[in-house]
């Protein structure tokens, strides 16, 4: 059979998961950098192929009944995925750490792992195996497939968690299901992201940030019928190589998802040019400030790996559309670069959070995802090099394949490149963007983005 994505998921049971050792109610306040996030939830899934030779002791039942035991250990730890947010006084969101617990839902659909048509999520993932979230910071579904596979897949807070720590939360939790300690212990020291005082802050900063209240008009689509859409792709690590090599020009050595985020500015400059009346067009890419804000200091450096929540900025590039289709792949390289620069020194990290004490307590939000009706088409690039889908073994074996997945609903476009499970090298790109640049992406550049099949991943051995 091909792929598959008309199919039923019926569910068999919900609950809620607290966690086994509860602490004390108390309040969790938002960091300056959790405050910059809006209110949307992000989707990450994992597929299992059904486990061969361990007799009943691997039915789904009793792969569930292991899911939940780790789960309510690994809460003691990752308390903020069982709490809820709340407003205070002055209408700032807080988390109320009163373990509230984790939807559980247990499901069965009716196909088989082999013919999920992986590369339209929309229609095989979003709704079916992936669980919309209705209360509280964290949902999770596990759902039996037909051929007695197992897809795992969390829906989570974006405000309470970036992927970093969603990574750390989700490899505990596989830890405690292999009945192993935990090998990192997440810090919730929110003092690490105090702002400075007085506060310094670069001129910069309001090009890439701005308060709501200044928010642009929405954006008219190009055609009505056109809309953001998510699909997924398989790249191979000899076009990687061979775009990283086009990208470096010079002795400028330019890394591969500068290279890829080039490449991909390339693409949706031409889409610009055939169909929209843009004379410019905007790329963001998504930086962690770990590493920035624990430089100088082994201790802080320490509790920075370890810290959950949001160390995010989103610095970003504006280009004329005729530019970025004329000159060469290394050109375009080069801007990445520059506008990348900027943000990825402690100093930038410092500056953004005392840039949001300054405007607190009104909300605030990246510039780019914030795409108004005179600006061109714009689109984030989040490297998802960190994606530890390997590590997600619940005692089962690894997924045979694992994604984020965020439709997050705005008018800015959102690519994720993560490592695939079957190849070293190979990467695996989520994208959520408009229909029409998806559609010219697969024509015009077949060779490096291939739609995502099974084929592509291990199915030795079963299914």
């Given amino acids: 059979m091909g792929a598959e994505r008309d199919y039923t998921v019926t569910v068999s049971k919900k609950e809620v998961v607290a966690a086994v050792l509860p602490l004390q109610e108390h309040w969790l306040p938002f960091s300056n950098l959790d405050l910059l996030l809006p209110a949307v939830d992000v989707g990450v899934f994992f597929c299992y192929k059904k486990a061969v030779g361990v007799g009943d002791a691997m ?19 990752y308390y903020a995925f069982a709490s809820e947010v709340v407003p205070n006084t002055v209408g700032e969101p807080e988390l109320v750490c009163n ?12 196909v088989e792992l082999r013919n999920l048509d992986l590369h339209n999520p929309d ?3 979003e709704g079916k195996l992936v669980p919309k979230k209705k209360q509280g910071v964290l949902s999770v579904q596990a759902t039996e497939l037909r051929c007695g596979g197992l897809v795992v897949a969390c829906t989570f807070d974006h405000r309470i968690a970036d992927a970093y720590s969603a990574n750390m939360f989700l490899v505990s939790w596989a830890e405690m299901a292999r009945s192993k300690s935990i090998s990192v ?8 992201l105090n702002p400075r005082r007085p506060g310094r802050i670069d001129p910069s900063l309001d090009d890439m940030y701005m308060p709501i209240s200044s928010l642009p008009p929405p954006k008219q689509h190009h055609q009505a019928t056109d809309q953001l859409i998510s699909r997924i792709y398989y790249i191979a690590a000899e076009q990687l190589n061979e775009l990283q090599s086009l990208a470096c020009s010079n002795g400028y050595k330019r890394t591969k998802i500068e290279s890829f985020s080039a490449f991909l500015w390339k693409m949706v400059a031409l889409v610009a040019a055939k169909d929209d009346d843009s004379e410019v067009t905007k790329m963001g890419i998504v930086v962690d400030g770990r590493g920035r804000l ?3 200091d082994k201790d802080r450096a320490s509790l920075m790996s370890c810290y959950f929540g949001n160390v995010l900025s989103i610095p970003y590039g504006s280009q004329r559309v005729n530019e970025l289709i004329e000159r060469p792949l290394s050109w375009v390289a080069n801007q990445v670069h520059n506008f990348l620069d900027q943000a990825v020194t402690k100093e930038h990290f410092l500056g953004l959070i005392d840039w949001v004490e300054a405007h607190r307590p009104e909300p605030a939000l990246a510039k780019i995802y914030s795409n108004g009706s005179d600006d061109g088409p ?4 989040s490297s998802g090099q960190r994606f530890p889908v390997s590590k997600v073994d619940f005692g089962w074996g690894c997924p045979v394949f694992g994604s984020y997945h965020f439709p997050w609903g705005g008018d ?4 994720m490149p993560m490592p695939s499970p079957a190849r070293e090298g190979d990467w695996v790109v989520y994208m959520h963007l408009f229909k029409r640049q998806l559609d010219l992406i697969e024509t015009e550049a077949s060779h490096v983005f291939r ?4 084929d592509y991943l291990d199915f030795s051995g079963s299914n």
């Fill in 59 to 77: 039915s789904f039942g009793s792969m569930v009944s292991v899911l939940k035991k780790a789960m309510a250990q690994a809460l003691v730890s």
């Fill in 99 to 110: 373990n509230r617990g984790v939807d559980f839902i247990e499901a069965y659909a009716d």
């Fill in 123 to 125: 229609e095989s993932i």
């Fill in 185 to 192: 212990v997440p810090s919730f020291r929110r003092s690490l």
């Fill in 294 to 296: 624990g430089e100088g």
């Fill in 378 to 381: 714009a689109f984030v690039v």
């Fill in 412 to 415: 800015a476009g959102y690519v």
């Fill in 451 to 454: 739609p995502l099949t099974f």
